[in-house]
């Protein structure tokens, strides 16, 4: 960079006074104007470079800050996961209790204890699921539905009739979502074309 000289040191260069002023009186400086000029071309590098750093630090600092939010809301919503895993069974057993009563209480059997705990079981079966769905858990319905490793574990095959193949025939254990996310895959059967 070509260094800029002072009007007075031009004057001087040219000969020419620039008035009662004696050149002896300026104060020098330990630095010369091209030295000084220098500085300041780096001291601005500096600014700029530290300016730089500081965006991108207060940039790591808001994406830090975003995703341990997100993990602080994940830790919520997800926070009884394993609770809801272990309580779904309890809700498979109620239910196959309930089922076992309603064959036992059929219109043939005049016992009325059997039908009422028929009657308890199912509030009780109803009440669980309306806890679940207030907590965000739901139960999986895949019956006729695509196949969806995510979400359904195959355990056996069933000939396709009046289903498409790759539909789900049937479901032998219920799974569950817990917000959106699968906490047990529902065991089901696919229908494929039968061989014949």
Known sequence: ???????????????????????????????????????????????????????????????????TQKF??????????????????????????????AEDAEPSNPNPTLKKIYEGLSLIEAKLQSVFAKHGLQKMNPVGGKYDPYDHEIVCHVPAEGLQPGTIALVTQDGYKLHGRTIRHALVGVAVESQE
């Open 1 to 67: 960079s070509s260094c800029v000289f002072s009007t007075a040191a031009q004057q001087r260069s040219t000969g020419d006074e620039c008035g009662p002023e004696d050149p002896r009186d300026e104060p020098k400086h330990p630095l010369s104007d091209c030295a000084l000029e220098h500085k300041a071309i780096k001291l601005e590098e500096q600014v700029r470079d530290l300016t730089e750093r500081y965006r991108r630090a207060l940039a790591d600092s808001e994406n830090v800050r975003r995703r």
């Open 72 to 101: 602080v809301e994940d830790a919520k919503l997800f926070g009884i996961q394993s609770f809801c895993r272990d309580l779904v069974e309890v809700a498979d057993i109620l239910e196959k209790t309930a089922e076992s009563a």
